[in-house]
């Protein structure tokens, strides 16, 4: 019962991200703005990791896919570390690409050389 | 030594100029003799003493031109090596005089050292000349003497002997080479350069660099850098770009980019990254490596010489008819090879008031 709660805010959390609009764009892609709803995810810590990897699965908007990789990087924890080296690769084989594809690529680029590095 | 050479040269002319038919009366004519001393400087008095000798002994209906022609032909030749022709593997070098075929590896090789110091390199090719002429190895159908377009080389330098063996008397020792720079000059970009106004080097265009924006609104005038304002987006756009040598290998040379947002506040709040630095490339999820964002072309022209290597960026802030924004980011475009990096800066502030774009300064 605990877990779902917790699994809810999350959803919650990534619904009001899903509303964010960029303000900055650079090199054609666009930035993540820190919303105080990623800081409330980081704060929920680890724990959420294996909902948020869940939620980036399947057909989940691209915005929401590119906070996700944010907010994991944000809290490091190393389990995330193969699932975003796969959802990278997902975004950089589709044939034709749009700026969110790049925001998420982006993401996952900072998350994984992050990670990485705790690994080493 | 310079007085001995200059001796010498002296009363081993004179001969030349006894045997010299009628039709080689005006070897004494001004121009001719400005080209022959233009020669020795840039091959050397031994190689035109054998020249001459050569033209006197068993040439003597030839006319001394030949020598002469040798040297404009020789001038042209260095010319060529200075324009900024790629010499990577399978390009062509040189012109269609004659000698234009794909480089090989030891002619790439000549190309490369004859280019990493412009201005002596002149001087550095006609010591490769020299070698060529003192010490001739077999040939077969090798073009790996002098490249001379127009008369027959044999009219002009000393042969080999018969079947192009190696010389019985070995050539003398070339006199060492200056010992190279401690970092050579393909280990480092030669400059790193930005366009913020005009048109784009290379023929390029924002949609180039990125195609998959083209037309969507992501930026204006795609053709030519500066400032722009597509009403709910103020940037700029901005072409950033390395020379390397062009003999240098352009996959030993990287982009980076750096971006640090000095002043980032929306409606009047801090925002979460103002006095950061990110890894701007890293950041954008395009692969810095490879065409659409790398786009790499001859220079020449408006260009550096040399091989370019470049990138474009159209930072940009967006807004709507309520935005307060404040926003200023510095840039440094870096293109790095294994010796160092070359790296410019450039800036962007934007103020945007109830909607309004107050100000949109690129430097």
Redo the contacts between chains.
Sequence with gaps: MESLTLADQVDSLLSELDAA?????????P?L??LDAVHQLVAMGTAIVPHLLECAQGNAPKKRVAYIAMVLNQLGDVRALAPLLDLRAH?QQRE????W??????????AI?QLQGKTR | MPTFARTSKTSRQAPSVKTASPARTHFGHSRDVNKIVQLQRTIGNQAVLRLLEANGSGEKERSTNDIARFGQQFSRMAAHTTTPMSVHPGVATGTSGGYGEPATGIEANRGRSAAHDPPPMVHDFGALRLLSIRAPVARGGSHADIPVAGAPEEQIVDQPPAGGATPATPAPAAPAAPAPPASDSCAQARSMNKVTSGAFLGGLTMDS??P??AGAG?YGHPGTGGTFDTGD?A?ANVQLYGAIASPCLPDQFHLE?T?TRTR?R?NGAV???EGQTH????????DATHSP?RQEFLGGGTAPLGYIISMA???????NATSN?E?D?SFVTSLVGSGGRKSVNWSLSTRIVNGAVTSNVLT
């Design positions: 609009e960029p303000v900055s764009f650079d090199l054609g892609t930035e703005p820190e975004h034709i690409k749009d700026e594809d790049y925001a998420v690529i982006g993401q996952c680029d900072l050389e | 660099y990125y998959d924006l992501f987006r940037g980019q971006v980032f929306v925002q979460p990254d890894d701007d490339i890293a950041k954008s999820g395009r964002f960026d159209p930072p940009s802030t967006g807004y924004i926003h980011r």
